[in-house]
């Protein structure tokens, strides 16, 4: 769960009053991208009807993804990458029509860089269940309304198949590598656990193997700041004025995030208990300048984000459990055939390192052997978005490996 986004993802700092008048009128029903919208660099493909893990489907799903480089003759050298809870496809690029924000890993995707585009062929799709192309809550059924409470409960393993058909109608057999932070590295394991065979290398970072309990309660409460809100109306808000959709409840909920994203060292030392101007908090109507971030990125937020998809691909977290029907997590990491990449931050309290260090035991072909990449940041969870030097030289490693051999995998 992070940000996602270059300006939000950048070392937390105090908020401006050019930041604030950026923010004046009232924010939209949804931040959902709608097809009256520019479409940008978005390309689409089609899938045809799905149906999910909970028996339920839908009559048409579309993939909303954007891709660089050349795919070469044999389609040897594509990559798949798999973004977090409330990314999209635009990793690269800059903000501009269609597009509301900049591209979420510049630093790390691009001609020379860690994923050189020179080489690989990069693509990076829209979660089922998203607001920014691929068919979610805010897309028009064939009734003509938004999909909204309609919309089937989404599982990272439906995302995961979704993306299996995606790559077929790319005519992409097998990956490269397959890499994502967060979200995205729950659905990066995914891919390697219930697709070994086309994933050649693969690439975990910031991510647990389950979404614990503990997780699970975190998410829960930024679900019911959601759905409390009374302009949230059960999830048919689309046809509200601006002002009048669930924008309070979401930015509620995406504070409450923010908290889990960054470390609490780098809070205390960006703000200690600095005021965000001369009026004093204490009963003079001031705020406390930490109090002022918060506000400024979960009111931001409401203007790229549907509220429907938030609580979508919160859930869809949830299922997160690779061992699920497949005998635990132990037998289940031991079906991955993938030179494998796991990557932890020091400083993370949100997906603490233990999980990535499970995770790195349990893969047979591990790069590190049976042990973790631990980066030490300051910025918590979110440093996998921020430390585009640390991130990259451990991506860099990984695409510059050989895959395993299929006699790694011959059990002694």
């Known amino acids: ?40 660099n978005r390309r689409f493909v089609g899938l045809g009807p799905f149906t999910f893990e909970s028996g339920q489907s839908l009559p048409y799903v ?48 691009g001609p020379g860089k860690a994923i050189d585009t020179d080489r690989w062929f990069v693509v990076v799709p829209n979660m089922l269940g998203g607001c920014q192309g691929t068919t979610g809550p805010a897309s028009i059924a064939p009734d003509g309304e938004p999909w909204g409470p309609r919309f089937p409960f989404t599982t990272i393993r439906d995302q995961v198949e979704a993306q299996v058909r995606f790559a077929d109608e790319l005519g992409i057999g097998r990956w490269a590598a397959v890499v994502g932070g967060s979200m995205g590295g729950m659905s990066a394991l995914e891919w390697a656990v219930s697709h070994p065979d086309r994933v050649e290398r693969l690439g975990v970072i ?37 002002g009048e959709g ?43 300048a930490v109090e002022s971030y918060l ?12 509220a429907n998809s ?45 999980g990535q260090r499970e995770i790195a035991a349990g893969v047979p072909g591990g790069l590190d052997g049976g042990n973790a990449v631990v980066i030490r940041s300051e910025y918590g969870h979110d440093g996998f978005l921020i430390e585009d030097e640390l ?7 990984l695409l510059a490996a050989m895959p395993p051999t299929r006699q790694d995998h011959v059990p002694e």
Do not use: C
């Open 1 to 40: 769960m992070e940000w996602q986004t270059v300006e939000d993802t950048v070392p937390s700092s105090f908020v401006t009053d050019a930041q604030f008048r950026s923010l004046l009128g009232k924010p939209p029903a949804t931040g959902a991208w709608r097809e009256s919208d520019p479409v940008g």
């Open 62 to 109: 579309r993939v909303a993804y954007e891709a660089w480089g050349e795919l070469n003759a044999d389609a040897s050298n594509a990559v798949l990458i798999e973004h977090a809870l409330t990314g999209d496809s635009h990793a690269v690029g800059e903000a501009g029509p269609g597009h509301p924000t900049s591209g979420w890993w510049q630093g790390i995707i």
């Open 206 to 242: 910031a991510a647990p193997p389950v979404t614990t309990a503990d997780q699970v309660a975190l998410n829960s409460v930024q679900l019911e700041a959601v759905r409390t809100d009374p302009h949230f109306r059960g999830g048919d808000y689309y046809d509200q004025a601006d």
């Open 246 to 288: 669930p924008h309070r409840g979401l930015a509620l909920a995406r504070r409450m995030a923010l908290l889990n994203y960054r470390s609490p060292d780098e809070l205390n030392a960006r703000f200690a208990r600095s005021w965000q101007s001369d009026i004093s908090p204490f009963g003079g109507g001031g705020r406390f």
């Open 295 to 306: 506000d400024f990125h979960g009111n931001k937020f409401t203007r790229r984000f549907d």
């Open 310 to 354: 938030y609580v979508t691909v919160v859930q869809a977290m949830n299922s997160h459990d690779v061992g699920r029907g497949r005998g635990g997590v132990a037998a289940a990491l031991e079906r991955v055939t993938a030179r494998t990449l796991v990557v932890g931050i020091d400083s993370d309290r949100l997906f603490p390192v233990e």
């Open 391 to 397: 991130i990259g030289e451990q991506l860099a490693r």
